[in-house]
């Protein structure tokens, strides 16, 4: 396995480059949505747990949709 993973490091490592990239749009993204909201709960989450997107692209497309229909 050691063998193999040296010697397609280069293959890797742009997949590693693709998966932080992706990972800081949408995190920046919905750091950014519960700050407006003032969601310290969420942005704390948002901050400190990394799921590759995943938990920031909920949040971006649910409960800050839900939030926003209740503070109207």
């Known amino acids: 396995m050691q063998d193999f993973l040296l010697t397609n490091w280069t293959q890797f490592s742009w997949l590693i480059v693709i998966a932080v990239i992706w990972s ?5 993204f919905a750091l950014w949505k519960a700050a ?18 995943i938990l920031e692209i909920f949040y971006i497309y649910f409960f800050s ?6 503070l109207k």
Do not use: H, M
């Open 24 to 28: 800081l749009v949408w995190k920046g």
């Open 36 to 53: 407006q909201q003032n969601d310290k709960t969420w942005f704390i989450a948002l901050l400190i747990i990394n799921t590759l997107g």
């Open 65 to 70: 949709k839900r939030n926003n229909a209740s």
